[in-house]
Structures are given as structure tokens and as C-alpha cells.
């Protein structure tokens, strides 16, 4: 089964930064958009960023100049460098294809302190 994994959230500091990974073992992963997406508080699933087969990105407005789509095709993995981050960057982050994968992953907890 093509189960999404991501990694690498925590806790940090407003103006800190983290790293996100996520493992995407999916068969035409190379040929798909990937997209990170986040769930804030009391807010639902929104698209934060993503990135063609071949590297062109896109990103929301809350996130532009801050967050950095990236991917590796090889591994088959999407990254997501996060700076300057906010409190209001809060929640659960999720990796997946466009369109989605009906398998969501896990998903991976960022706090952002005040």
C-alpha cells in the first residue's frame, strides 16, 4: 500500500525554523504533483504549497517568502523548509499527490510558541 509518511515537526519558537519530510512510496510518484497541506486549530485541511514533476512551485499567501516547497524523486520524497515560522503556523501537516490519494497519512504535529 502507497502509505504517506511525514516527519519532522515539533516545537518551536516563533521565528524558528523547522524541516518537514514525507516518504511518498507511490508507484508514478515522479509524474505527480506533490502538495503539502496543514489542519490549524478549528480550521479545516488547507493547501500550503506544492510542486510539479518538475519543480515549479506554488504556495499559498499566508506562507509565500517563508515556507520552501522541495522535492527528490529519487527518493521519492517532498520536503517542506519552514522559516520564520508563526504562531499561526500551527497544526497538523500532511503531505499527498494532486489529486489526492485517498490514503492520507498520519500527518505531523508543528507548535509554534509565542
Known amino acids: 500500500q502507497e502509505q504517506l509518511v511525514e516527519s519532522g515537526g515539533g516545537l518551536v519558537q516563533a521565528g524558528g525554523s523547522l524541516r518537514l519530510s514525507c516518504a511518498a512510496p507511490?508507484?508514478?510518484?515522479?509524474?505527480?504533483?506533490m502538495a503539502w497541506y496543514r489542519r490549524t486549530p478549528g480550521q479545516q485541511r488547507e493547501s500550503v504549497a506544492a510542486?510539479?514533476?518538475?519543480?515549479?512551485?506554488n504556495y499559498a499567501t499566508p506562507v509565500t517568502g517563508r515556507f520552501t516547497i522541495s522535492r527528490d524523486n529519487a527518493k521519492k520524497t517532498v520536503y517542506l523548509q519552514m522559516n520564520n515560522l508563526k504562531p499561526e503556523d500551527t497544526g497538523v501537516y500532511y503531505c499527498?499527490?494532486?489529486?489526492?490519494?485517498?490514503?492520507w497519512g498520519q500527518g505531523t504535529q508543528v507548535t509554534v510558541s509565542s
Open positions: 499527498n499527490s494532486i489529486p489526492n490519494n485517498p490514503n
Open positions: 507511490q508507484k508514478n510518484f515522479r509524474l505527480n504533483v
Open positions: 510542486v510539479t514533476p518538475v519543480g515549479s512551485t
